[in-house]
């Protein structure tokens, strides 16, 4: 089954309707080896999530096995991929336990995709089989689960949706195709058979400048025919007509086998209906520029996400014609429904640019162009574009999907007061300018960099390596896999690194900073910060407030800085350094060393074998467990050694930085010479040059020369 398609514009998109609730896409599987048509050798998914699979041939079948508690259940499967690599015609057949069939479908969903419906009333096992109608027809596909009567389709479902197996200006996928397009000359409208009407110059602009925008942001290559003129000679004729038909526009689908590209053929004409509404008011968000893109998507080869198509005195609602969850303009031009439907924010006007799953499709069909703003650009405030819709001084309501070729490119939203939520990660959905779920960035498409507002903005990167400034506000900076910058600014802000090796600065404020997985360098600022490297091996600056700065694992050097801070090494081997100040440091499960540095210190060491050198200031030592070392220099202040074991041979204190104290006989007095070391109760006092060592709990008469180094 394979219809003729057209695509007409709706002129009620403007949806009155309730919005429905944001569905958050659940896990992707993959199909990794050959699912079997048994019960014994079937894959396996869970509600919610989707599988990718292949079938090697049109008589094979996949299996996937299903679990699922009482309730209602919507199974969707729709081929994926361009042209013939999709399974064009699916079907389903739902299974028991034995392998018996309760249910079948072909058909039921968009286009010729399958939706099968099943309610239980116990929890049950169940098998959905996956095959092709055609015998002939192998390929790629996806099958989904969803809760409820309505069905979720993931990026590949939603792209795979919108195309259909012959209808295209290519052969096979990803292919790079040149196109004309040319101002009709002449004809009749087909739809209503009414004369044509010439375009106008608003109608020429228009068409122009969403078909060059088509043109960069894909293989496919466009050129305009008289470009003074009107000529019928091109592949893509546009035209005017006035008709009370219900439709804003309309455009023809390219034929099959790589599409007629002879000028008298209708595939791939597009035409505008001058009755509808004004053609002269266009630009940022509004129904004449989509219109103009979803018309140019029909063109060359998307459908409409549902079994819907504008006509006379028909209405559609979403309630009523959408076919599955993400049939909106949040993921597409094609659709009729706004976006408030899937959980973004209302009053944003029309998409202004191709959206997610159009992105995925029409790169699948003709590949990408990687010369599109492939220098450093800059989206949003200071755009490199600027007065486009990528520049958000002069586009107030941003609502878009980003594809960009290379460079390393930054978002900027460092002109909004309110909060921000921006992800980095192509495919996820962020919150810009006060509005919610208006903004993401192409599948394959990796933007760098994120600069922040003054407002309490998060920001999310991705696996490139990222640099992320939160400007002021309380702001929320999430590195991911890449080796990232964090900056955090004015405000009270948290910084987590992610997975490499990154490097966050907390500026102003009160910061807290999470290093994560890689060998990390966290840098406090001017505020009392909270710092924890996590795993890897992480250098950790507090620098000027009262901080906290906790290692975790891996071997850390942590640095206090100014002020009272508090200094924690955790595993691995620590270097410890509390600098100004009366600081705290603790070694942690390793061989550490902890540098008081100045000011009256707390140095414990922890449980490994550990150096502590208490530095200036009157300072306390323990170190807690195993054989440690104890170091003092001159002007060591008042110093106190709570826990050392005399009677241990391995653990030692180091006299080698003392000027005054050179030789056993200086500190004990054996032999000649007056003893620095007296026993004072229970504690051994020895006398320094411009201090003192309190050895607590320890018998002078235990003391020898294996307890000192000189």
């Known amino acids: 089954m394979n219809p003729a398609l057209s695509g007409c514009e709706y002129l009620g998109l403007t949806s009155s309707n309730a919005p429905g609730p944001a569905r958050v896409p659940g896990d992707t599987i993959v199909e990794t080896g050959d699912a079997g048509a048994t019960v014994g050798s079937a894959a396996a998914m869970t509600v919610g999530t989707y599988f990718l699979g292949e079938l090697s041939s049109g008589t094979e079948s996949d299996w996937i096995e299903v679990t699922l508690d009482p309730g209602t259940y919507t199974i969707a499967g729709v081929g994926t991929g361009p042209l013939d690599s999709a399974v064009n015609d699916i079907t389903l057949t739902l299974r028991d336990v034995s392998g018996v069939s309760i249910d079948y479908d072909n058909g039921s969903g968009p286009g010729l995709n399958a939706e099968l419906s099943v309610t239980t009333s116990e929890t049950m096992t169940l098998f959905i089989d996956v095959g092709s109608y055609v015998p002939t027809d192998s390929g790629t596909y996806g099958v989904s689960i969803t809760e409820g009567s309505l069905a979720s389709y993931n990026a590949e479902m939603g792209a795979g949706n919108l195309m259909r197996s012959n209808q295209a200006w290519v052969s096979s996928g990803g292919t790079s195709v040149d196109l004309t397009w040319a101002v009709r000359a002449s004809g009749t409208d087909p739809l209503n058979g009414t004369p044509m009407v010439a375009l106008d110059a608003s109608q020429i602009a228009l068409a122009d400048a969403a078909l060059s925008y088509t043109d960069a942001i894909s293989g496919l290559n466009v050129t305009r025919v008289a470009p003074d003129g009107s000529s019928n000679d091109a592949t893509l004729l546009i035209g005017a007509y006035s008709a009370n038909d219900g439709a804003g526009a309309y455009a023809y689908l390219p034929g099959s086998n790589g599409g007629n590209t002879s000028s008298p053929a209708a595939n791939g004409d597009i035409w505008l209906n001058n009755q509808s509404f004004g053609w002269q008011s266009y630009g940022f968000g509004t129904y004449t520029s989509f219109t103009m893109l979803h018309e140019i998507g029909h063109a060359i080869g998307l459908a409409h996400p549902g079994t819907y198509n504008a006509s006379s005195g028909v209405t559609f609602s979403y309630q009523n014609h959408a076919q599955f969850t993400e049939d909106s303009q949040q993921y597409t031009v094609m ?12 009053g944003l006007g029309f998409p202004d640019t191709f959206m997610l799953h159009d992105f995925m499709a029409i790169h699948q069909l003709y590949g990408t162009d990687d010369t599109y703003n492939a220098g450093n650009t800059i989206y949003g405030f200071n755009a490199t574009e600027a007065g486009s819709a990528y520049d958000f001084t002069a586009n107030a309501t941003p609502f878009m999907t980003v594809y960009d070729g290379a460079g390393s490119d930054t978002i900027d939203l460092s002109g909004y007061a309110n909060g921000q939520r921006l992800t980095l990660e192509a ?91 890689g060998n990390d360098t966290l840098v406090g600022g001017r505020q009392n910060d909270r710092m924890s490297g996590g795993n890897g091996d992480d250098i950790i600056l507090g620098e000027m407030g009262a901080d906290r700065l906790i290692g975790g694992r891996g071997a850390d050097t942590l640095s206090g800085g100014n002020r009272n801070d508090k200094l924690i090494g955790g595993d691995g081997d620590d270097d410890i350094f509390g600098d100004q100040g009366n600081d705290l440091l603790r070694g942690g499960s390793q061989n550490d060393a902890l540098h008081g540095g100045a000011g009256n210190d707390i140095l414990v060491g922890g449980a490994g074998f550990d150096t502590l050198e208490g530095g200036d200031g009157d300072d306390s030592l323990t170190g807690a467990f195993n054989a440690d070392l104890f170091i003092f220099k001159d002007a060591n202040g008042a110093d106190t050694i709570s826990d050392f074991d005399a009677q241990n041979d391995f653990e030692k204190i180091d006299f080698s930085g003392m000027s005054s104290l050179n030789t056993l006989s200086d500190v004990l007095g054996h032999g000649s010479g007056t003893a620095a070391a007296t026993q004072v109760d229970a504690d051994v006092f020895i006398a320094t040059d411009g201090g003192s060592i309190l050895l607590q709990n320890v018998l002078y008469a235990d003391l020898d020369a294996q307890d000192f180094i000189f």
């Open 335 to 346: 659709s009729y429904f706004d976006e408030t439907h899937t959980g973004a924010s209302g």
């Open 427 to 517: 495919g996820s959905f962020s919150d810009i300018g006060g509005y919610s779920g208006n903004f993401s960035i192409a599948f394959g498409a990796v933007i760098e960099h994120a600069v922040g507002g003054s407002g309490n903005d998060e920001i999310t990167g991705n696996s490139a390596p990222n640099q992320l400034e939160g400007g002021a506000g309380a702001d929320t900076l999430i590195g991911s896999a890449g080796n990232d910058t964090l900056i955090g600014g004015e405000g009270n802000d948290t910084l987590m690194g992610g997975a490499e090796f990154d490097l966050l600065e907390g500026g102003e404020g009160r910061d807290s900073l999470v290093g994560g997985m």
